[in-house]
């Protein structure tokens, strides 16, 4: 299927919201950090995950995933 809206595209969407519900697997390899919070900018140019993480030291983090969908080459 073409691609016919980028910025959001309907992949990014769905790609975005599915990461941000796998939250509780992503801890399982992230160690001596906890996921906080997960902000999911989806309506975005291009969505943006902002993962609010503390370490075992009580110290924030963030970590900040972008996604992004390539033009399609058909």
Known sequence: ????????SQLEIEFSYALSELKEQLENYITNNKIVKVE??????NPMLLFHLVDSDGDPHEIV???IQRPDNF
């Open 65 to 67: 995933v972008k996604i």
């Open 1 to 8: 299927m073409k691609t016919e809206h980028y910025n959001p």
């Open 40 to 45: 999911n900018k989806i309506k975005e140019d």
